[in-house]
């Protein structure tokens, strides 16, 4: 089965607005759902949706969001999310860092009190649209052991980072080997991971999603991975008033209450210097990569290439998934079957 573009996004809003969510978080809910979907984060798209309505039904997810800034100067704020969904949340917060960076150069945003929002790059993205520099980093429950350890203790605590210009050029990544939805994915599929994805909770390396889930996974590139994650928790825990470590829960666990933390920074590049020479320049580098031999890839390429594949195509969604949705929509009386292609 498959789902087109605009055929997901209706669902998704049509969904949220049955339970009662406001008009604004269903546009931000749905349109950060398809961006995980079309850039090929399967994991954080319609796959993750079912995780929401779990929370909405716990009350972990507060349908009467609002966010309240805590804390404020000209280049930084402090948000409280209250509890609200974590995609309209984090697009408050990059558009108050975004209007930071453009009054005075950056802005920096910490968001505690919030939940899971989804993919990373989608937040970093906003700021490509208005010519600047986007940072995104997040703690999630504990999923990656610290190295010569055998328990869960840090996040997988993923990172974005996005730089303006005539290319998309972006990178959305895990400090894990993985991102621990695929690993979710994988269990709900039937399949194997890979071997080198995590640890079983003997500290063994596991094929088995279940085990992975309930081991740990592994930091990529070992070392740099994991002492990536560590600061990243750091940044992203002690420094926003969030949770940290073994008490950061709700990213995983929707009945939990989202105790993480996030950080978006954003950089005008104008204020360093000329925009288009900027820009100029980034090409510049752009061009001598690709020059140094066939089928060289730029961060963002591939997301690129999966967008217009994507859009295309429509989006697979596989017979678990299917069934999961089915439910929900049965209770709310929608007909899922209208929304999908054979």
């Known amino acids: 089965m498959k789902i087109m573009k605009d055929k997901e996004i209706a669902l998704v809003k049509e969904i949220l607005r049955k339970l009662g969510a406001s008009e604004e978080d269903c546009e931000l809910v749905a349109e950060a759902t398809i961006d995980a979907d079309l850039k090929g984060f399967t994991s ?6 079912p995780q929401y309505i779990v929370s909405i039904d716990a009350g972990t ?70 010519n600047c520099i986007g940072i995104v980093i997040a703690n999630t429950d504990p999923a990656i052991a610290p190295l010569g350890a055998k328990k869960a203790l840090i996040g997988t605590n993923p990172l974005a980072l996005g ?13 894990s080997a993985t991102a621990r939805g695929k690993i979710i994915e994988a269990k709900r599929k039937g ?101 140094t031999g066939e089928n060289i890839a730029i961060p963002g390429d591939l997301e690129v290439k999966k967008i217009i594949e994507a859009e295309t195509n429509g989006i697979e969604i596989d017979t678990k998934l299917y069934e999961q949705l089915k439910e929900i929509c049965d209770n709310l009386n929608i007909d899922i079957d209208s929304y999908l292609e054979e």
């Open 44 to 49: 954080h798209g319609l796959g993750r949706f």
């Open 61 to 130: 997810i507060n349908l009467k969001d609002n966010i309240t800034i805590e804390k404020e100067t000209p280049a930084i704020a402090l948000i409280n999310g209250n509890s609200g969904f974590g995609q309209a949340v984090s697009y408050k917060a990059m558009q108050i860092a975004i209007k930071k960076a453009k009054e005075i150069g950056i802005g920096c945003v910490g968001v505690h009190n919030s939940n899971h929002f989804g993919v990373t790059g989608f937040y970093s993205d906003l700021a490509l649209r208005e």
């Open 163 to 175: 730089v303006p210009s005539e290319t998309y050029i972006s990178v959305d990544m895990a400090t």
């Open 191 to 291: 399949l194997e991971i890979p071997d080198d994805w995590a640890l079983d909770k003997d500290g063994k390396p596991t094929t088995d999603p279940e085990e992975a889930l309930n081991g740990s996974l592994l930091p990529f590139g070992r070392f740099k991975g994991y002492a990536l994650a560590v600061m990243i928790e750091i940044l992203t825990g002690p420094l926003v008033g969030a949770e940290y470590g073994t008490k950061v829960t709700g990213t995983a666990s929707p009945t939990q209450n989202c105790t993480k933390g996030d950080l978006y920074v954003v950089i005008d590049p104008s204020k360093f210097g000329d925009f288009n020479e900027f820009v100029e320049n980034t090409e510049d580098f752009i061009s001598q990569i690709r020059a």
